[in-house]
T-cell receptor, first 115, second 111 residues
Framework: DAGVIQSPRHEVTEMGQEVTLRCKPI?????LFWYRQTMMRGLELLIY????????DSGMPEDRFSAKMPNASFSTLKIQPSEPRDSAVYFC?????????????FGEGSRLTVL | TQLLEQSPQFLSIQEGENLTVYCNSS?????LQWYRQEPGEGPVLLVT?????EVKKLKRLTFQFGDARKDSSLHITAAQPGDTGLYLC???????????FGSGTKLNVKP
């Protein structure tokens, strides 16, 4: 089975440009998470969805960030306009609601560089 | 401020040595997980501990959940270069819908 698939793997853009990151969760998983990882702040939860509905977006840095999950197999994280401080690796992860283990399955990440 | 503090932040040891990584919090978690992350990849789950005082072993790795479910430790016996990576602990909220990650411990095992 394919794991969590993210695209693009790398993105270099200029300040002010719009950036869209994409994620395909594992089939059958009903929770999806967007994380951001930097050296300074580690792995930060930005937003998570349950059954395609945004449950908690308190980690989204500001209005420039938005996320959508139009269906169970696709999610996007958009930054508009992008700024140099948004440079980080963005991870998407999915998990199943059932059971007590709550294992997160991560994609390989999208490395964003904003010049 | 991190909800989960890990120590040490960096650890560089020789192959064959033992080590312990700590994950501490003032909050109680329903479960605690340990992940390992290698460069260019996402974190991969190693273990989940659920019950206070629980000890789990995975080959040379021993994981313990504190009695009060606020802290955890990871002990590696006879470390090998293949153990090199970033070790992350993550605490789950009671509905398992939020996972709070620690700051990470970067381990380098030299041959």
């Amino acid at each position: 089975d394919a794991g969590v698939i993210q695209s693009p793997r790398h993105e270099v853009t200029e300040m002010g440009q719009e950036v869209t990151l994409r994620c395909k969760p594992i089939s059958g998983h009903n929770s999806l998470f967007w994380y951001r990882q930097t050296m300074m702040r580690g792995l930060e939860l930005l937003i998570y969805f349950n059954n395609n509905v945004p449950i908690d977006d308190s980690g989204m840095p500001e209005d420039r960030f938005s996320a959508k999950m139009p269906n169970a197999s696709f999610s996007t994280l958009k930054i508009q306009p992008s700024e140099p401080r948004d440079s980080a690796v963005y991870f998407c992860a999915s998990s199943q609601d059932r059971g007590r283990t709550g294992e997160l399955f991560f994609g390989e990440g999208s490395r964003l560089t904003v010049l | 401020t991190q909800l989960l503090e890990q120590s040490p932040q960096f650890l560089s040891i020789q192959e064959g040595e033992n080590l312990t990584v700590y994950c501490n919090s003032s909050s109680v978690f329903s479960s605690l997980q340990w992940y390992r992350q290698e460069p260019g990849e996402g974190p991969v789950l190693l273990v989940t501990v659920v019950t206070g005082g629980e000890v789990k072993k995975l080959k040379r790795l021993t994981f313990q959940f504190g009695d009060a479910r606020k802290d955890s430790s990871l002990h590696i016996t006879a470390a090998q270069p293949g153990d090199t990576g970033l070790y992350l602990c993550a605490g789950a909220s009671y509905n398992f819908n939020k996972f709070y990650f620690g700051s990470g411990t970067k381990l380098n095992v030299k041959p």
